[in-house]
């Protein structure tokens, strides 16, 4: 995989597209001359979502420079080159931290740059893995769910000192902590509050498009939904995710 990186001195060109730089970009150039003089990483081993995220970082005006990287390893070859580190964002995708691999992954890549803030992306909105992956020392777990925006905020937060861990997780620990065992309470605890909307709609059998117009979403949110519902239920079809539900729930099948 190749190394990527942005110039966000000038974000955008005449004609408004964002600069892109190889990896043989020289940062002492007269174009690189500016204040600021930090980096934010970001590692991911697919090149598309890889550049897709180091694009759209620079749009929304984060005061540093963004690179991509294929590895940690491919990274350490080549940080001499460029600005000091101030954050490092760790693309997760789909994976999970119930995968020792990951576990593993991020707890070298957080011990070997302990003075660097490191923010998690991940599809996942499990708790269970929110706590593994503040276990292994991040600074930040975003979901995959949020916006751009969203995101930028949080390795602020991480940059500044903070941690940011997403309201669904906090709910659900906080359900978790209070003991409340209830069957509908397990479906919130496992849920965000907006699948547990599509989780209700699935079980009273309604296609996506209905469900995306009841919701006020778009038919592709709804499927995203319908996924993560599906993964987090191992259930291999919607007549099955309705089952589950419908055991979750209870004897009167009540979500709340």
């Not at 498009?209 to 778009?218: F, H, P, S």
């Amino acid at each position: 995989m190749g190394f990527d990186s942005v110039n966000v001195d000038h974000p955008v060109n005449r004609e408004g597209q964002a600069t892109i730089t190889g990896p043989a970009a020289d940062l002492t150039g007269s174009s690189q001359k500016q204040d600021w003089n930090r980096s934010l990483v970001v590692l991911d081993p697919r090149e598309l979502f890889r550049e897709c995220l180091i694009q759209s970082i620079p749009g929304q005006r984060i005061q540093m420079h963004v690179f991509g990287a294929a590895s940690m390893q491919e990274w350490k070859g080549v940080q001499e080159h460029h600005p000091p580190l101030a954050a490092i964002l760790f693309n997760a995708g789909g994976r999970r931290f119930t995968d020792q691999t990951v576990v593993n992954e991020v707890t070298h890549l957080v011990s070997d740059f302990r003075s660097v803030p490191v923010a998690v992306l991940a599809d996942s909105e499990d708790v269970t893995d929110l706590l593994k992956a503040l276990d292994c020392g991040v600074r930040g777990y975003i979901p995959t769910s949020v916006g751009i925006d969203v995101c930028i905020e949080a390795i602020n937060l991480a940059i500044a000192g903070g941690t940011f861990v997403p309201a669904s997780g906090l709910l659900a620990f906080r359900q978790a902590l209070d003991g409340k065992v209830s069957e509908p309470n397990r479906i919130s605890a496992m849920f965000t509050p907006r699948q547990v909307a599509v989780a209700k709609a699935l079980r009273q059998g309604k296609p996506n498009k209905i469900i995306a117009y009841e919701l006020n979403k778009c038919e592709g949110t709804v499927k995203v939904h319908v996924r993560s519902i599906m993964k987090k239920l191992k259930a291999t079809n919607r007549t099955e995710v309705a089952y589950k539900i419908n055991g979750l729930a209870g004897s009167d099948a009540r979500l709340s």
